[in-house]
T-cell receptor
Framework: GENVEQHPSTLSVQEGDSAVIKCTYSDSASNYFPWYKQELGKRPQLIIDIRSNVGEKKDQRIAVTLNKTAKHFSLHITETQPEDSAVYFCAASARNSGNTPLVFGKGTRLSVIA | GAVVSQHPSRVICKSGTSVKIECRSLDFQATTMFWYRQFPKQSLMLMATSNEGSKATYEQGVEKDKFLINHASLTLSTLTVTSAHPEDSSFYIC?????????????FGPGTRLTVL
């Protein structure tokens, strides 16, 4: 089955700096890679996702890159703000009938220091 | 986006009792829902895949007789933690994908925090 590794487990950055979180996956059949942000005690919220037919996707301060050959994908947050502080999870799944669950990385606790 | 609700949001029970958690898709029909468990400061671990009208598929190491899943309709899946013990205390979250949508987005419920005394 799929295995997703995520690094780093914790990340502290100064406000305004960029933050990068990296993930690798093992199953070459995986073709959907979402990123979720989870604040304490709340549900994970989708912030950006990418499919395997695209190498990069950007939404304002957030971007995701995908390298299918190397089986890794990364989240980039630019101009970080204190409200970006949360736990971020990457995930992977192979889309077939829509019944495929997401496999999550272990998460990265991001702290943005004002 | 699609909305998934869960009830209750928080429950405290005595050891040995059973607790039922409901997961509803509010504005779409979900033939499949997923149940995850999240311990403090850990990731979301898939427990089982709930399939409408058929048996749930459990992940390795998850006891199907302890975590009963019923997906009786296209908008409701329930997870019952039977004979709960303190080690079952956790944050339980369901998710569902809107099959009519053009994306693979899975929407999460708000979660249920279970505390077993």
């Amino acid at each position: 089955g799929e295995n997703v590794e995520q690094h780093p487990s914790t990340l502290s950055v100064q406000e305004g700096d960029s933050a990068v979180i990296k993930c690798t996956y093992s199953d070459s059949a995986s073709n959907y890679f979402p990123w979720y942000k989870q604040e304490l005690g709340k549900r994970p919220q989708l912030i950006i996702d990418i499919r395997s037919n695209v190498g990069e996707k950007k939404d304002q301060r957030i971007a995701v890159t995908l390298n299918k050959t190397a089986k890794h994908f990364s989240l980039h947050i630019t101009e970080t703000q204190p409200e970006d502080s949360a736990v971020y999870f990457c995930a992977a799944s192979a889309r077939n009938s829509g019944n495929t669950p997401l496999v999550f990385g272990k998460g990265t606790r991001l702290s943005v220091i004002a | 986006g699609a909305v998934v609700s869960q009830h209750p949001s928080r429950v405290i029970c005595k050891s040995g009792t059973s607790v039922k958690i409901e997961c509803r898709s509010l504005d779409f029909q979900a033939t499949t829902m997923f149940w995850y468990r999240q311990f403090p400061k850990q990731s979301l671990m898939l427990m089982a895949t709930s399939n409408e009208g058929s048996k749930a598929t459990y992940e390795q190491g998850v006891e199907k007789d302890k975590f009963l899943i019923n997906h009786a309709s296209l908008t409701l899946s329930t997870l019952t933690v039977t004979s709960a013990h303190p080690e079952d205390s956790s944050f339980y979250i369901c998710s569902a994908r809107d099959p009519s949508g053009s994306t693979d987005t899975q929407y999460f419920g708000p979660g249920t925090r279970l505390t077993v005394l």
